[in-house]
């Protein structure tokens, strides 16, 4: 299985939105509406801040939103802000009741 | 609270066996599936596999020849072996639940723990 696909870099200005796609195949983002997104800083552990494509867990800000179409999903940060500077990482389930992580964007606030 | 520990050796050598241990405290080991996941330096998240309590497991395919995961519910412990190791397989290790029951991610993970691989 390979790597879902996303941008290297994504930055944006304090209090803009910014998109981060995760494009895959039919056997992982298109099959099923399990993808999640995760923040990473260096030396910490990853945050889940999607799950099931849209759905925010309790404490995840509301500026955190999902979306897919397709074989490919969003990540949009509205209202950026400083502390949200991170790599972040989608993730789906598989046809083959595996996991696939993406690439990995860093997110830079200027 | 839920808390995951990873441990095990830091260094191991090429050619022989990785061993690390996933610690869970604060839920039922029996009641979930718990993933190992890595992460080599300058490069992404990389999943390596889940088993469930039961023993049940799923490795990513491009490892399943090395990999081995194992449960421990009289400890609360899951474990996982990786065998044949190279330089490739440095990397930050990590420990997560996985939250199924329809939802299919990991909602907590351990701090993670280095091993290098070198002689």
């Known amino acids: 299985q390979s790597a879902l696909t996303q941008p290297a870099s994504v930055s944006g200005s304090p209090g803009q939105s910014i998109t981060i796609s995760c494009t895959g195949t039919s056997s992982d983002v298109g099959a099923y509406n399990y993808v999640s997104w995760y923040q990473y800083h260096p030396g910490k552990a990853p945050k889940v801040m999607i799950y099931e494509v849209s759905n925010r867990p309790s404490g995840v800000p509301d500026r955190f939103s999902g979306s897919k179409s397709g074989n490919t999903a969003s990540l949009t940060i509205s209202g950026l802000q400083a502390e949200d500077e991170a790599d972040y990482y989608c993730s789906s389930f598989t046809t083959t009741n595996t996991y696939v992580f993406g690439t990995g964007t860093k997110v830079t606030v200027l | 609270q839920v808390q995951l520990q990873e441990s095990g050796p830091g260094l191991v050598k090429p050619s022989e066996t990785l061993s690390l241990t996933c610690t869970v405290s604060?839920?039922?080991?029996?009641?979930?599936?718990w993933i190992w996941i890595r992460q080599p330096a300058g490069k992404g998240l990389e999943w390596i596999g889940r088993i469930y309590a039961s023993g049940s497991t799923n490795y990513n395919p491009s490892l399943k020849s090395r990999v081995t995961m194992s449960v421990d519910t009289s400890k609360n412990q899951f474990s996982l072996k990786l065998s044949s190791v190279t330089a490739a397989d440095t990397a930050v290790y990590y420990c997560a639940r996985e939250i199924t029951s329809g939802y299919y991610y990991f909602d907590y993970w351990g701090q993670g723990t280095l091993v290098t691989v070198s002689s």
């Open positions: 604060g839920a039922s080991i029996s009641s979930y599936y």
